[in-house]
Nanobody
Framework: QVQLVESGGGLVQAGGSLRLSCAAS????????MAWFRQAPGKEREFVAA????????DLADSVKGRFTISRDNAKSTVYLQMNSLKPEDTAVYSC?????????????????WGQGTQVTVSS
């Protein structure tokens, strides 16, 4: 059974930083594209970042470029999202997702597995 478990969310002031982690089990982690999505109250889920199998290539949403970094440790079956210079508009539930493909994709429906999510709240 595939499990994706996020951690690291919380309350932070604007300008602060958080590091999210997503630990995966039950799948061949190194053969899955990993991504982060977020959903704010009353809004649709949106793509944040994705990373290829070996971590050589990443894709970030324009709204987070220069502030967020995605990385992975295949030995630990874990993907990370380092979030710096946080803004109140970054407030959302952040979920990690896995895609059994080597291609990056921003479309949520192409991801096979999802975590439950972790709340990130940025106060002004």
């Amino acid at each position: 059974q595939v499990q994706l478990v996020e951690s690291g969310g919380g309350l932070v002031q604007a300008g602060g930083s958080l590091r999210l982690s997503c630990a995966a089990s039950g799948l061949t982690f190194s053969r899955h594209v990993m991504a982060w999505f977020r959903q704010a109250p009353g809004k649709e889920r949106e793509f944040v970042a994705a990373i290829t199998w070996g971590g050589q290539t990443t894709d970030l949403a324009d709204s987070v470029k220069g502030r967020f970094t995605i990385s992975r440790d295949n030995a630990k079956s874990t993907v990370y999202l380092q979030m710096n210079s946080l803004k109140p508009e970054d407030t959302a539930v952040y979920s990690c997702a896995a895609r059994s493909s080597f291609l990056l994709d921003k479309a949520a429906h192409t991801y096979n597995y999802w975590g439950q999510g972790t709340q990130v709240t940025v106060s002004s």
